[in-house]
């Protein structure tokens, strides 16, 4: 493995670990906080079968700031923070407290939803510092996968943790804020002899797609014909 220029954003989407409760440190007469204990990321295959290493986080920046903004909205203020978070048991985990003084009514909404169970996930926001395909790795490593665009991510540095609308699930609900890595021109054929060879429905497909394109160039050329010796016609 050698280590990549980190340029992409990404999200992963996680459940609460249990629901929103009351700061046992409130004090009557005050705004009352929620908190949220959250799994906010897992070793498991995601959606687009990317794994995060787990051990790998690197934390001490966003401990710093631990904002949580609104569905990875920074032009809008923080809906929460973050009190505490680390890997625990191979799953980054963490508490959330959110805001819900007078002046932040967004703040006040998530909180609510989320004690409610209208809400019930969050993102996390990060940085990759290296990653390599899961078809790369030795076929006797758990992770490995033969087929796919499937990356394995080390070093992920922790940008923020969002409150999102993306439903819950057993595993990590993945949420790509940007494109996925792009590929040269070398790989992207690499990647697509290979796909051709090992994926008879890709080969279906592309088979139709060919046939229909040579159908409409043959239109086309019969079409300049027709208006080559009859003219234009509206």
């Not at 079409?223 to 010796?229: E, G, P």
Request: net charge negative; with cysteine.
């Amino acid at each position: 493995m050698t280590p990549t220029e980190p340029v992409y954003l990404l999200t992963r989407a996680m459940a609460p670990e249990m629901p929103a409760e009351d700061d046992p440190e409130h004090e009557p007469g005050t705004p009352r906080a929620k908190r949220t204990r959250f799994v906010m990321s897992t070793a498991e295959s995601d959606r687009y079968d990317d794994i995060i290493e787990q051990s790998t986080w690197k934390l001490d920046n966003f401990r710093l700031n631990p904002v949580v903004p609104w569905g990875h909205n920074y032009d809008l203020p923080p809906v929460g923070k973050c009190l505490a978070i680390g890997v625990v048991e191979g799953k980054l985990s963490g508490t959330i407290e959110w805001d819900t003084g007078e002046h932040n009514a967004l703040g006040q909404l998530v909180a609510e939803q989320y004690a409610t169970g209208f809400l019930s996930a969050v993102s996390v926001g990060f940085r990759p510092g290296r990653y390599l395909r899961r078809s790369q790795l030795d076929k006797a490593d758990p992770a490995y996968k033969e087929a796919g665009y499937g990356m394995i991510y080390y070093d992920c540095e922790l940008l923020e943790v969002s409150a999102v609308v993306v439903p819950a699930n057993a595993g990590a609900l993945a949420a790509k804020g940007l494109p996925l890595p792009r590929l040269t021109a070398p790989e992207l054929r690499a990647e697509l002899l290979r796909l051709l060879r090992e994926d008879p429905a890709i080969r279906g497909e592309l088979s139709c797609v060919v046939e229909s394109a040579i159908s409409d160039s043959a239109k086309l050329r019969e079409a300049r014909v027709m208006r080559s010796v009859f003219g234009s016609t509206r």
